[in-house]
C-alpha cells in the first residue's frame, strides 16, 4: 500500500531557505507526486509536481522561489527566500489507482 | 479564471442526510474528472471519492462507500455529493477539486464547505 511520509513541523527564518521532504513508501519510488499548500483558513492551492527524475512541474502563478526535485524515493519542495505569506501547510499528493495525500508539514516563519 | 464553488454544508444529525454541490467555471467542465477531498478539524487532506469525465465511473473511499454518492450535471457545470447515513466522524470541510486533464494531481481547488455532524 503507498504511503506519503512527511514531517510534521518545520520552520525558516524570513529570506531563508526551507526544504521539505515526502517519502514514498516502499516499492513506490517511480511515483510523481504534487505539492499543495494550505494557508491558514483558506482551500488548498496546487504548488507543482515533481517527477522520479528530479524535474517538475508548476502550477500557473506559483512564484519563482518554489521548486522541486527528487532523491531516490523522496521528494522535495524548497521555498528559498522565504515570505510571512508562505506560513502555512504544505500537503504531498500521488494519484492512479487511489489518490494519497501526506500527513502535512505545518511552516512556521520566523 | 478555473473557479470551483462548493455549497450545501451545514449541521445535520447523526444519521441524516445532507447534498453538497460544487458549481465550476472557467474551463470546459465535461472533460474533467473531478474529486471530493475533505478535511476534518485541525487534520490532514483525505480523499473521498472521484467521478470520470462523464459520469460513468465513480469511486468511494472505503470510509465512504455505500453511504456517499458523486454525481456530475455536465449540462451546469456542477458536481454533486450525496451524503447519507451521516456519522460524527464525517464532520469536516468537504473540498471539490479537479484532476489536470489526461490523468494527473489535482490541480484546482474549491474553498471548502463545512459539515458538521452532531445532536
Known amino acids: 500500500q503507498l504511503v506519503l511520509t512527511q514531517s510534521p513541523s518545520a520552520s525558516a527564518s524570513l529570506g531563508a531557505s526551507v526544504k521539505f521532504t515526502c517519502t514514498l513508501s516502499?516499492?513506490?519510488?517511480?511515483?510523481?507526486i504534487a505539492w499543495h499548500q494550505q494557508q491558514p483558513e483558506k482551500g488548498p492551492r496546487y504548488l507543482m509536481k515533481?517527477?522520479?527524475?528530479?524535474?517538475?512541474t508548476k502550477g500557473d502563478g506559483i512564484p519563482d522561489r518554489f521548486s522541486g526535485s527528487t532523491s531516490g524515493d523522496v521528494r522535495y519542495l524548497t521555498i528559498s527566500s522565504v515570505q510571512s505569506e508562505d506560513e502555512a501547510d504544505y500537503y504531498c499528493q500521488t494519484w492512479g489507482t487511489a489518490m494519497v495525500f501526506g500527513g502535512g508539514t505545518k511552516l512556521t516563519v520566523l | 479564471e478555473v473557479q470551483l464553488m462548493e455549497s450545501g454544508g451545514g449541521l445535520v444529525q447523526p444519521g441524516g442526510s445532507l447534498r453538497l454541490s460544487c458549481a465550476a467555471s472557467?474551463?470546459?467542465?465535461?472533460?474533467?474528472?473531478m474529486h471530493w477531498v475533505r478535511q476534518a478539524p485541525g487534520k490532514g487532506l483525505v480523499w473521498v471519492s472521484r467521478i470520470n469525465s462523464d459520469g460513468s465511473s465513480t469511486t468511494y473511499a472505503d470510509s465512504v462507500k455505500g453511504r456517499f454518492s458523486i454525481s456530475r450535471d455536465n449540462a451546469k457545470n456542477t458536481l454533486f455529493l450525496q451524503m447519507n447515513s451521516l456519522r460524527a466522524e464525517d464532520t469536516a470541510v468537504y473540498y471539490c477539486?479537479?484532476?489536470?486533464?489526461?490523468?494527473?494531481?489535482?490541480?484546482?481547488w474549491g474553498q471548502g464547505t463545512l459539515v458538521t455532524v452532531s445532536s
Open positions: 516502499s516499492g513506490h519510488s517511480s511515483y510523481a
Open positions: 472557467g474551463f470546459t467542465f465535461s472533460r474533467y474528472w
Open positions: 477539486a479537479r484532476v489536470a486533464l489526461y490523468g494527473g494531481p489535482i490541480d484546482h
Open positions: 515533481v517527477y522520479s527524475d528530479g524535474s517538475h
